[in-house]
């Protein structure tokens, strides 16, 4: 088995894990749910969600658009997911590796990622990624970003306490089990996150005039739309 073997199989592990113990509220990658919806193409009509876990965001989408295809590399996420997505007849949720998935060229009006990008070979993906896009659909990413410099570590003086202020006002009812509290430990001991200029340098390399910033909650934020013409 190699080195990248068996990182999906940890990375599949822990997220079988976290599944079983996902509570519903507020978190640092819904918070900017408005924000992504708000990138959708203005014909959109079949999306991808990469990496849906239990489908809060491949729901929203559902609402506005025909066709989703949610995908996830654990079983137990494609699982919740679905129990929590019986009122919707248009998401199709597949278990699968993003990595080994067959795309179909000019498939989709949109594709989303959301906090899982930093689990992939990026670089290697986005090729793959801008083929299965339609000509003016947007690829719409959301990750997590590592601390580079004196900028970062001042706007943590506001983030942690709205963080702490959110978490109090959604979640104070929400009780994190100690089972919990550990599975993401043990899956944080082997994540890695992009820079800012990182996550600018890749895909502004692949993806010509893409726009990538940085939001509070310790995420940047990639959109692309592909030529019309291309
Ligand atoms: C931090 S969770 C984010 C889930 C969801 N997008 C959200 O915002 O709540 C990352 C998800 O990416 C999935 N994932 C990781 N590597 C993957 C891969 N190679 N192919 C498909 N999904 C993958 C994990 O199983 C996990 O459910």
Same mark, same amino acid.
């Given at each position: 088995?190699?080195?990248?073997?068996?990182?999906?199989?940890?990375?599949?592990?822990?997220?079988?894990?976290?599944? &079983?113990?996902?509570? =519903?509220?507020?978190?640092?990658?819904?918070? %900017?749910?408005?924000?992504?919806?708000? /990138? &959708?193409?203005?014909?959109?009509?079949?999306?991808?969600?990469?990496?849906?876990?239990?489908?809060?965001?491949?729901?929203?989408?559902?609402?506005?658009?025909?066709? !989703?295809?949610?995908?996830?590399?654990?079983?137990?996420?494609? =699982?919740?997911?679905? /129990? $929590?997505?019986?009122?919707?007849?248009?998401?199709?949720?597949?278990?699968?590796?993003?990595?080994?998935?067959?795309?179909?060229?000019?498939?989709?009006?949109?594709?989303?990622?959301?906090?899982?990008?930093?689990?992939?070979?990026?670089?290697?993906?986005?090729?793959?990624?801008?083929?299965?896009?339609?000509?003016?659909?947007?690829?719409?990413?959301?990750?997590?970003?590592?601390?580079?410099?004196?900028?970062?570590?001042?706007?943590?003086?506001?983030?942690?306490?709205?963080?702490? &202020?959110?978490?109090?006002?959604?979640?104070?009812?929400?009780?994190?089990?100690?089972?919990?509290?550990?599975?993401? $430990? =043990?899956?944080?001991?082997?994540?890695? %996150?992009?820079?800012?200029? /990182?996550?600018? $340098?890749? %895909?502004?390399?692949?993806?010509?005039?893409?726009?990538?910033?940085?939001?509070?909650?310790? $995420? %940047?934020?990639? !959109?692309? =739309?592909?030529?019309?013409?291309?």
């Amino acid at each position: 088995m190699g080195m990248s073997d068996s990182l999906t199989q940890k990375i599949r592990n822990d997220f079988d894990l976290i599944a &079983l113990h996902d509570r =519903e509220g507020w978190d640092h990658n819904n918070h %900017y749910h408005h924000f992504l919806l708000k /990138q &959708l193409p203005a014909q959109c009509k079949t999306a991808l969600d990469i990496g849906c876990g239990t489908g809060e965001f491949s729901r929203l989408l559902a609402k506005r658009v025909e066709k !989703v295809f949610a995908i996830d590399l654990s079983p137990n996420m494609i =699982e919740v997911a679905k /129990q $929590r997505s019986r009122m919707f007849s248009n998401i199709d949720f597949q278990v699968a590796d993003v990595l080994h998935w067959e795309p179909i060229v000019e498939q989709f009006d949109l594709i989303v990622s959301i906090a899982t990008l930093h689990h992939l070979p990026v670089e290697s993906l986005l090729p793959n990624l801008k083929a299965t896009l339609k000509p003016g659909g947007r690829l719409v990413i959301l990750d997590l970003l590592e601390h580079e410099n004196l900028r970062d570590q001042v706007s943590d003086f506001v983030a942690i306490p709205l963080n702490w &202020l959110f978490q109090v006002l959604n979640n104070k009812h929400l009780q994190q089990s100690p089972e919990a509290a550990a599975a993401m $430990r =043990e899956h944080l001991r082997t994540d890695h %996150y992009l820079t800012l200029s /990182q996550a600018q $340098r890749i %895909y502004t390399s692949s993806l010509r005039r893409a726009k990538v910033r940085k939001h509070l909650f310790w $995420r %940047y934020s990639v !959109v692309w =739309e592909k030529s019309a013409a291309a």
